[in-house]
């Protein structure tokens, strides 16, 4: 556990929420200009104009070969949302290191070959709520235009609390800031340093290789 003011915080990785999920139907709401509606973990924009992450990996996803999404030292924070590549019947083996100690987990097996856009991931999501629900911590990514979504170095990001919901079997990403005041237990407090690596049994190429995590910084 880590101490901040008093408190204790959740440090081990292994306490994270995982899963496994069809990519296509991991949502975030998006708004690159005058319009709304969602982007999901499959769609090209996800990863480029429109991504959320703070940090990703674009290159292909070789098998059984590990790949480092992010490294940061001297930096203390919240690690609160990682995705991982797509792959049939994969397993994803995850190693995250928290202040120099490295926690081991992997997630996934066998499963419907419809499935074949399934990741592994880990962090809190929320299922899909009905039309004019209450969204309050649902993350959403916009600005005036396409290209002012998400400052990471700023840890500045614009969210709205209130608008229709998506498909029946979705499942959308939460706003960091909100997961590391709401609900601090379901994200990783890193004191000192932060790397996570990802590596799965199956290869994968193009949009369907990427991954990417989520992480406030204190300053």
Not at 49 to 71: C, E, K, W
Request: charged share 15%.
């Amino acid at each position: 556990m880590a101490v901040l003011g008093g408190k204790q915080y959740n440090s081990d990785p292994l306490k994270l929420p995982k899963w496994q999920i069809y990519r296509q139907d991991l949502e975030f709401w998006y708004m690159p200009s005058n319009s709304f509606g969602t982007l999901t973990m499959q769609d090209s924009d996800a990863w480029g104009t429109g991504s959320p992450f703070n940090a990703l990996v674009s290159t292909n996803s070789t098998a059984d070969t590990a790949r480092t999404i992010v490294n940061l030292s001297n930096k203390k924070g919240w690690l609160t949302f990682g995705i991982g590549p797509c792959g049939i019947n994969q397993t994803a083996t995850w190693v995250i290191t928290v202040d120099g100690v490295a926690t081991t987990f992997t997630v996934g097996g066998s499963g419907p070959v419809e499935y074949d856009l399934s990741a592994s991931g880990f962090g809190l999501i929320f299922s899909n709520l009905n039309s004019s629900a209450f969204l309050q911590g649902h993350f959403q990514l916009g600005g005036d235009t396409s290209t002012s979504p998400w400052y990471a170095a700023d840890n500045a990001i614009s969210y709205g609390l209130e608008n229709s919901g998506g498909s029946t079997n979705s499942r959308f990403i939460l706003d960091p800031m909100w997961l590391k005041s709401g609900y601090p237990d379901s994200c990783v407090r890193f004191e000192t340093s932060l790397t996570v690596t990802v590596e799965s049994d199956v290869a994968a190429t193009g949009v369907a290789g990427n991954a990417g995590i989520m992480y406030v910084l204190d300053e």
